[in-house]
């Protein structure tokens, strides 16, 4: 009995959690790009709340939904006597989306909570048409309300999310959207407490309203299938909203000369498998995508889709049935000549059109998922992808709560990008302390991604052990044993030694897997020189990289790419070393001003000569 009653608690507890987590969301829509939208983006007006006097009354009790103090109701005095100590106006805006830090010199550390407000007009085109409000990232808890009353709530700093807006809250004019944004750091969330990357709060990514038919589809997943890697069989599953059994959903791919008609079930998911002749499967010499185009009724939504296959073989990575040598870098989601998050379409091509003059073809988009406009361009250039979630560092493995919410963020990730032919890797985390407790957290991550997705591969950035057996070094972390990919990261010569540590080093692993080095890298401030003895000068990073790839030459067969950290400069609040580096991480191989440092070329000379030979 008593066993029971503890294990009643505990499901009562995960589903507090998760409620906590999404409170009344609805299931995030697929390709919102693909659909009628209506951008929010521009200047939203603001309030700085530090001691949250908007959420909370003055003995710290929730304020209720009407109390007219709160600030997601108006406040506009309805008379003279009517008494208001809060107030939006356009003295004080933030640009949406971007992250506040960089807007204005007082918010440059701030965490805590900050309301956004914005006023809309809006006329749906059908009665019966349903609205959704859609957000790309809130950094950290975004609780969203629409003419006072409480949408929902959602954490996590980097996931996709929406919320329907009823017709009984929504009005033709004069729409009240207020965000209050809290980006303060807890030991209990995802990530915690300690990261190595800037806090970055605000509304950072687009913000869209979002009008679908009442029947429609709401989400899909379209892919090869797998382990055959001849095959050219089409598969996967649609989602549909409010249809009625027996009707109808169209699956047209124009190109390839298809068209099936599905009809739908009493499941909440409808597969289907057909086979597509003369299909050209997306590669990195040609990323092929071709329009795919779902009906339903009168909803009508299409996508650019490549078709690929990945696997592993043996200690090997196959891309459609090849070997394939993954030559990298990791990217932070940062534009360092501003000093800001990166968001927009400009952004993204400047980071990975600096990875291909880099000779990349592949990025690590470390160490959360990046915007959306990251993944689909890189579906157009031919950039193989490894998208990962902040489980980073010294998280609280044992709390079954922190648990859900990495598992939340997992499958926010996956759902969002799952048609993505760039991706082929999905980490759960990044350099976490080897432990039972935290093994057995991460290896239920891996096998939550299996489960959502079991088309791609994945990973983690395993902690490296630099124990030495005749400079031998083993990747020996029991995590490895689960994971398709043994990905590690070393800073040899940086963190441990000299660079010149690297001529005697070994690398090796007991697991007969792909062994990928998912991070290496040493500090340079950019424009600095000296004699390659000289830490932070660009001479020592050119010398670090210098002995990296002579050592990189002689791994072991199974050796299978290189993500080194990383492409350009970012903000780091660790990194306080008043000369060389005052706020930033300088690992970057672009400085802070977007110019090249000398050990670019050395990477780079590298990567040109691995492409005429694997």
């Known amino acids: 009995m008593i066993k029971q009653q503890l294990h009643l608690r505990w499901v009562l507890l995960v589903v507090l959690t998760l409620q906590q987590l999404s409170v009344n969301s609805a299931p995030l829509l697929t390709n919102i790009t693909g659909r009628k939208t209506t951008s929010l983006n521009g200047k939203w007006q603001y309030i700085v709340d530090s001691y949250e006097t908007g959420f909370y009354d003055y003995r710290y009790i929730e304020r209720n939904e009407n109390d007219p103090e709160a600030y997601w109701n108006t406040d506009k005095p309805a008379h003279s006597l009517d008494r208001k100590e809060h107030g939006y106006n356009d003295k004080y805006t933030l640009n949406v989306p971007g992250d506040w830090n960089s807007q204005a010199d007082k918010f440059l550390y701030y965490e805590g909570t900050v309301w956004y407000k914005k006023t809309f007009d809006y006329q749906k085109t059908s009665k019966t048409n349903k609205l959704y409000l859609y957000f790309g990232a809130v950094s950290y808890r975004a609780d969203v309300y629409l003419n006072g009353k409480k949408l929902g709530i959602h954490k996590g700093a980097f996931s996709a999310f929406n919320f329907e807006i009823p017709d009984s809250i929504l009005k033709a004019n004069g729409n009240f959207l207020v965000v209050k944004v809290d980006n303060r750091r807890y030991a209990n969330e995802i990530p915690t407490l300690n990261t190595d990357w800037w806090n970055y709060g605000g509304i950072i990514r687009d913000v869209s309203l979002v009008e679908v038919p009442n029947k429609y589809i709401s989400n899909y997943f379209i892919h090869l299938a797998k382990p055959s890697s001849t095959s050219n069989q089409i598969q996967g599953w649609v989602e549909v909203s409010n249809a009625a059994l027996n009707d109808i959903v169209s699956i047209d791919i124009p190109e390839l000369k298809i068209s099936q008609k599905l009809k739908v079930t009493s499941e909440r998911r409808i597969s289907f498998s057909f086979n597509a002749q003369k299909l050209t499967k997306w590669s990195v010499e040609n990323p092929k995508l071709y329009n795919v185009t779902y009906t339903l009724g009168t ?310 000569e691995l492409s005429k030979t694997k």
Request: hydrophobic content about 35%.
């Open 299 to 608: 909803d009508k939504i299409s996508e650019k889709i490549g078709f690929r296959n990945i696997e592993v073989q043996g200690e090997k990575i196959m891309l459609n049935g090849k070997s394939i040598f993954l030559r990298g870098i990791s990217i932070h989601a940062e534009i360092p000549q501003e000093a800001r998050r990166a968001h927009s379409q400009k952004d993204v091509a400047q980071l990975l059109g600096w990875a291909q003059e880099l000779g990349c073809n592949m990025v690590r988009l470390a160490h959360y998922p990046h915007d959306e406009k990251m993944t689909r361009l890189a579906d157009s250039l031919g950039l193989l992808v490894w998208s990962e979630i902040p489980v980073y560092w010294t998280i609280d493995f044992k709390n079954p709560d922190v648990f859900d919410k990495a598992k939340v963020q997992l499958d926010e990730m996956i759902d969002r990008d799952k048609n993505r032919a760039s991706i082929i890797i999905w980490s759960v985390g990044n350099e976490t302390p080897v432990s039972e407790t935290r093994t057995n957290f991460m290896k239920n991550l891996l096998e939550e991604a299996r489960k959502k997705d079991p088309t791609r591969l994945v990973s983690a950035a395993l902690e490296v052990n630099y124990h030495s057996e005749e400079n031998m070094r083993w990747i020996d972390d029991p995590l490895g044993a689960y994971v398709d990919i043994v990905s590690f990261n070393q800073y040899l010569g940086w963190y441990g030694g000299t660079p010149e540590s690297c001529r005697t080093a070994n690398w090796g692993t007991h697991y007969k897997k792909p062994l990928f080095i998912s991070e290496t890298g040493a500090e340079a401030l950019g424009g600095y020189h000296a004699n390659a003895n000289q830490l932070w000068s660009e001479e020592f990073q050119e010398w670090f990289y210098q002995e990296q790839v002579a050592m990189l030459k002689r791994m072991p067969s199974n050796f299978v790419g290189i993500s080194p950290w990383l492409l350009a400069d970012f903000r780091s609040p660790r990194r306080n070393n008043p000369v060389y580096q005052e706020g930033w991480n300088n690992k970057g191989l672009y400085d802070q001003k977007g110019n090249k440092k000398k050990a670019f070329y050395v990477l780079k000379a590298y990567y040109d």
